[in-house]
């Protein structure tokens, strides 16, 4: 059974930084691509939001327009984490972040921050 494990969330005031952790574990094919995205508070009806995309054979990312340029995407293949280092952190970036892998070798539905399994999520509270 396949579980995806995030951590790494905390409060941090604006301007800091965090590094999200994700681990996948229990899947027995290859992985397309890992993606983030988020839960903002006040914003459920509008559902998840995207972050970013790490395409697991060649390492291409693609972000959001909201992430570009801060936060950064990246995959430890030896230690089979996928990591979301965030830096410039807005009080608007607080939410509840979550790690997603697809196994479903669609560009279209990585590139729409599609997955097939995600973990429970870690908060991160950003405060002015």
């Known amino acids: 059974q396949v579980q995806v494990v995030e951590s790494g969330g905390g409060s941090v005031q604006a301007g800091g930084s965090l590094r999200l952790s994700c681990v996948v574990s229990?899947?027995?094919?290859?992985?397309?691509?890992m993606v983030w995205f988020r839960q903002l508070p006040g914003k459920e009806r509008e559902g998840r939001e995207g972050?970013?995309?790490?395409?697991?054979?060649?390492?291409?990312?693609h972000y959001s327009d909201s992430a570009k340029g801060r936060f950064t995407i990246s995959q430890d293949n030896a230690k089979n984490t996928v990591y979301l280092t965030m830096n410039s952190l807005k009080p608007e970036d607080t939410g509840m972040y979550y790690c997603?892998?697809?196994?479903?070798?669609?560009?279209?539905?990585?590139?729409?921050?599609?997955?097939?399994?995600w973990g429970l999520g870690t908060q991160v509270t950003v405060s002015s």
């Open positions: 972050v970013a995309v790490i395409y697991v054979d060649d390492g291409n990312t």
């Open positions: 229990g899947d027995t094919i290859d992985r397309y691509c």
């Open positions: 997603g892998v697809l196994y479903s070798r669609s560009r279209s539905r990585c590139q729409s921050f599609g997955a097939n399994y």
